[in-house]
């Protein structure tokens, strides 16, 4: 079969449906989400998957979970990065891109040592992602102001910042819990 490579933000080249845990790299994943806008852009500003993922990743830390458990939430949209995102009211009926998103996700999550993510695991940070995507359609969407949002632990940023904003903090979070980028 023939080869359909894709370049990324650090200039590494590889097939998206034969990725590996060694194509990986934090760097290019900050970068994506960083520019990839929430709600197929339907929003009333730039809002980015990284600042969502950030947002996830601080509501697990004020919930006092894990820093495994925090990274589980840094990175849980992290397939996006390589293959950007689709919304949900239609990835549902995709069920080719879901089984190509898991794949892929099942290889990052290798890559960061979080392939044995328990089921409980799992469920938390879909839990938070959930949550925080009432208070994102409430904020970010217009004829949305009347929705009931969950009680949080944190107080999301919904700031608009700039995509090399999110990029340095989405690195420097995934450091503190530790996972380093490489040397180029």
């Known amino acids: 079969k023939a080869m359909n490579p894709m370049t990324t933000y650090s200039g590494r080249k590889f097939d998206p449906m034969q990725m590996t845990p060694g194509d990986v790299y934090i760097e290019d994943i900050a970068h994506a989400l960083s520019l990839l806008c929430r709600g ?34 840094l990175l849980h949209d992290a397939s996006e990065g390589y293959i950007s995102d689709i919304i949900r009211p239609v990835k549902i009926y995709l069920t080719n891109y879901l089984e190509i998103e898991s794949k892929i996700m099942g290889t990052i999550l290798t890559h960061f040592g979080l392939d044995d993510l328990t089921e409980e695991e799992n469920l938390r940070w879909k839990q938070i992602d959930d949550e925080i995507l009432e208070l ?25 910042h700039t995509p090399g904003e999110i990029e340095v903090r989405f690195l420097q979070e995934a450091e503190r819990l530790g996972v380093y980028g490489s040397d180029r």
Not at 46 to 73: D, I, P
Not at 136 to 160: C, Y
């Open 40 to 73: 197929g852009g339907q929003l009333t500003y730039f809002y980015s998957v990284g600042q969502h993922s950030l947002n996830c990743a601080t509501e697990a830390k004020a919930r006092g979970w894990s820093e495994r458990q925090q990274l589980a939430c």
């Open 136 to 160: 994102e359609l409430k904020t970010l969407l217009h004829g949305e102001e009347n929705r009931a949002v969950p009680q949080l632990f944190s107080v999301p940023d919904l700031a608009e």
